[in-house]
């Protein structure tokens, strides 16, 4: 495992807890809570965003939007050259695929697609792939089980590091 570029001590993982829970915490606030000068905590939110430890960005709730299909798709290309580079840039080209990965297990590429109904998915999407892959697969989400949850990896993170060291 690679070294992080960034290590974070206790009371970096403490303010990055508190901002999971709630993102526009005032600085004076997190200072109160945290017991150390508001100057301290505004220093260390710079240097954390500095090293790109988090970024601010806002969760959007698609649903909301008319964005009713998430699918998970596995791909393989087999294919040549030509081909893995076409699908690259057709991935990189289409904003309904909100994530893209290269991966190492039973498929090559992993990739997220957000579209408004089944069929759009299908004809509008999925075909395009079919071409240029010589094994695709995919899940369409029926419901989810457990929300992206920083918060509490967070805490296991200094748990685990901080628990440890103080015995």
């Given at each position: 495992?690679?070294?992080?570029?960034?290590?974070?001590?206790?009371?970096?993982?403490?303010?990055?807890?508190?901002?999971?829970?709630?993102?526009?915490?005032?600085?004076?606030?997190?200072?109160?809570?945290?017991?150390?000068?508001?100057?301290?905590i505004?220093?260390?939110?710079?240097?954390?965003?500095?090293?790109?430890?988090?970024?601010?960005?806002?969760?959007?709730?698609?649903?909301?939007?008319?964005?009713?299909?998430?699918?998970?798709?596995g791909?393989?290309?087999?294919?040549?050259?030509?081909?893995?580079?076409?699908?690259?840039?057709?991935?990189?080209?289409?904003?309904?695929?909100?994530?893209?990965?290269?991966?190492?297990?039973?498929?090559?590429?992993?990739?997220?697609?957000?579209?408004?109904?089944?069929?759009?998915?299908?004809?509008?999407?999925?075909t395009?792939?079919?071409?240029?892959?010589?094994?695709?697969?995919?899940s369409?989400?029926?419901?989810?089980?457990?929300?992206?949850?920083?918060?509490?990896?967070?805490?296991?993170?200094?748990q685990?590091?901080?628990?440890?060291?103080?015995?």
């Amino acid at each position: 495992m690679r070294e992080p570029a960034f290590v974070p001590d206790e009371l970096d993982l403490m303010i990055l807890e508190y901002m999971a829970k709630d993102a526009n915490i005032q600085f004076k606030k997190l200072a109160e809570i945290l017991k150390v000068d508001q100057r301290t905590i505004a220093k260390r939110i710079s240097i954390m965003k500095e090293n790109r430890v988090f970024r601010n960005k806002i969760e959007v709730d698609w649903q909301r939007l008319g964005i009713a299909i998430s699918a998970y798709v596995g791909a393989e290309t087999g294919l040549g050259e030509a081909d893995v580079k076409r699908m690259h840039d057709y991935i990189r080209k289409e904003p309904r695929i909100i994530e893209a990965y290269s991966t190492i297990g039973d498929q090559e590429y992993f990739f997220k697609v957000m579209e408004t109904d089944l069929q759009s998915l299908r004809e509008e999407v999925m075909t395009r792939f079919e071409p240029i892959t010589a094994k695709l697969t995919s899940s369409i989400i029926s419901s989810q089980i457990k929300q992206q949850d920083d918060l509490a990896l967070l805490q296991f993170l200094r748990q685990r590091r901080f628990t440890h060291e103080k015995r």
